[in-house]
């Protein structure tokens, strides 16, 4: 169900403007309405809109300080009364100029030290690869007579560069083998330029910094240690930088509180009006907050409230509790329902489970479906994993209608068997269909009627015109399979109804006389085969319940051909895990195409937009 939204309008002094906007947002049940769409022009051209103010800059500092020190602020404006805090903005602004820059001196070194850690851990990781080189690295830099390049190459072309350079005094060591690269240190005469024919060979070169001295194993030492050193360092820093906060934190906190209040106020402030004494809000608010409105104004003579008709639809607040409540994110899927239609959140939540449950039907099965939605749904608070549980309580139903556990006939079953069942099943789930397209029909039709459309409620496929077609369509045909032949009547009235639908479709068409003949009759032909269509697409519940019960029998024919006890097991055990996993998500897809393709095209319009509330932000 949706909750009725109101309009209203409030005049209010420039001064009272904190108080009135803050309460707004404590509230989070009022969405603003831009008031281009209720004042006329000449009203608005007399009205401005508020400058900013400096908070944004301030308000930025103090995240700022919060982003340096890890921490990330949990204010609490519901419960502040900013016009008893005693604090000033001077008072704010001065200290986060004092506090601010001294911590970001200590976090710019304590950066600058992570940056230095960062190059040397990964000298460490080169120098790591050069263990087996027993050579002071820089006494061979600096040699008269050879010069080395340390990097990597890919494994492909690791022959190759030895292969160009096999004829050259060029000594080619692997030192470390990657799963793509390989690692190499090449020495060669210092005279002889290797650069062109180690870029030609896909070479990536790295290169030590020239401070460092000894073999490879002793740099590594070094660098274990000067590492150990910055660490050290930045936990120091790291420790200041956190003492100068919490030496501050009362402050700071109240500080931020007190700024993050009258950012959000000051944001909120962009979406109102006002002359040099008097401000202009509009929003859509619940009948609830609204009387509390009119409770909180009554104790401010100085404000007005005023009802107000916007030129828009108001926005969609779904409303419904407790089990209902979490089907309200499959609607989502489809989209919002315009706040002048039927929100069907309560039927989609009845068929979904009826749908699943009938293609699904097993105790055990849904059992294990349940606690898998149901357990995680506790611990994630996540609506689809309710949706899930309640499908698997739902399949445990329909599992001892068909007194089906975990594939096996071993109870009596309550209503059919749907493999000893076969046609019975096909035909109920044609029933089903007609049942829910019929009902979807009934639900447009009621949107018609709430909006007053009276050529759509008449004359629409999905209105008065397509119900009295599709029943009379149903009659004739179960007439046909009683008898053998259609009824003249139904003949004879589902020609004269086609005849009104193509009439209407070509006088509603907007295109050339031409293509309006053309058009209006694919457009009728296209919905008669949409009737067939979509009562047919049915048949899939009664499929999947038999190829659920086909697939266990499956996997028992192939468990029972194995010997061992063992493996009959594990082929039963997989066999279910597969069936739960793949056939369950094909199922619920099924459900989902369904309630979307065969019922809500009929009646859902998604015209709706969500009800956004104003609310703090940081």
């Known amino acids: 169900m949706q909750e009725k939204l109101s309009a209203f309008s409030i005049i209010a002094p420039v001064d009272e ?184 060979a896909g070479f990536v070169e790295y290169s030590l910094s020239e401070s460092y001295s000894g073999t490879p194993s002793e740099i590594s030492l070094q660098l274990e240690d000067e590492l150990k050193v910055l660490d050290s360092e930045i936990e120091i820093l790291n420790s200041t930088i956190r003492r100068e906060f919490y030496k501050n934190r009362r402050l700071v906190k109240n500080y931020f509180e007190y700024i993050y209040i009258l950012k959000n106020i000051h944001d909120l402030l962009q979406k109102t009006k006002s002359t040099e004494n008097f401000l202009v809000i509009s929003g859509w608010t619940t009948h609830q907050n609204l009387e509390e409105m009119k409770r909180f104004l009554e104790s401010n003579p100085r404000m007005v409230l005023l009802s107000c008709q916007p030129n828009t639809k108001p926005p969609t607040l779904l409303k419904n509790r407790g089990f209902f409540k979490h089907f309200e994110s499959i609607t989502r899927m489809f989209g919002i329902p315009s706040s002048d239609e039927i929100d069907p959140t309560p039927f989609v939540a009845i068929m979904f489970l009826a749908f699943f449950g009938m293609m699904f039907g097993d105790v055990g099965h849904g059992l294990v479906l349940a606690l898998f939605g149901f357990g995680l749904y506790w611990r994630l608070k996540n609506d689809l994993l309710y949706v899930i549980g309640s499908a698997g309580v739902s399949s445990s139903i329909f599992g001892m209608l068909y007194g089906s556990v975990f594939g096996y006939e071993i109870i009596p079953s309550i209503w059919k068997r749907p493999m000893e069942n076969i046609n019975y099943f096909l035909a109920f789930s044609i029933y089903i269909g007609i049942a829910t397209i019929t009902f979807a029909m009934i639900l447009n039709i009621v949107n018609n009627l709430k909006n007053r459309e009276k050529r759509e409620l008449l004359f629409n496929h999905n209105g008065i015109l397509g119900l009295l077609f599709y029943w009379i369509a149903v009659v004739s045909v179960l007439i046909f399979f009683m008898n053998g032949s259609f009824p003249r009547f139904g003949l004879i009235s589902m020609g004269v109804l086609v005849g009104v639908m193509y009439v209407y479709s070509f006088i509603f068409t907007e295109a050339p006389l031409s293509e309006r003949i053309v058009q209006a009759f694919f457009e009728v032909f296209e919905i008669l085969i949409s009737y067939f269509s979509n009562t047919l697409s049915f048949v899939r519940l009664g499929a999947f319940a038999l190829n659920h019960a086909g697939l266990f029998l499956a996997f028992y024919t192939m468990a029972k051909m194995a010997k061992n006890p063992v493996v009959t097991f594990v082929i039963l055990f997989l066999g279910n895990i597969i069936i739960i996993g793949l056939e369950g998500l094909v199922v619920f897809i099924q459900t989902l195409r369904l309630e979307f393709y065969e019922f809500f095209t009929r009646f859902f319009k998604d015209s709706g937009r969500e009800f956004n509330p104003e609310r703090y932000k940081l």
Do not use: C
């Open 17 to 200: 403007s904190e108080r009135l906007l803050k309460r707004i947002l404590d509230t989070e049940s009022v969405e603003m309405i831009p008031l281009e769409s209720i004042l006329e022009e000449e009203t608005l051209n007399l009205l401005r809109t508020p400058d900013h103010t400096f908070y944004d800059d301030i308000y930025s500092k103090f995240m700022n300080l919060y982003e340096m020190i890890g921490e990330t602020p949990s204010p609490e404006p519901q419960n502040v009364d900013i016009s008893k805090m005693n604090i000033s903005l001077k008072d704010v602004n001065a200290f986060i100029e004092k506090v601010l820059p001294v911590v970001e001196t200590l976090h710019r070194k304590m950066n600058d030290l992570k940056q230095e850690r960062e190059k040397k851990t990964k000298d460490l990781e080169i120098v790591e690869r050069l263990r087996m080189i027993d050579v002071n690295l820089k006494d061979l830099r600096e040699s008269e007579f050879f010069r080395y390049h340390f990097g990597n190459i890919g494994n492909d072309y690791v022959e190759r560069l030895k292969e160009s350079v096999k004829d050259e005094d060029v000594l080619i060591l692997e030192v470390a083998v990657e799963e793509e690269k390989t690692w190499l240190f090449v020495i060669h005469r210092k005279e002889l330029d290797l650069e062109s024919t180690l870029t030609t």
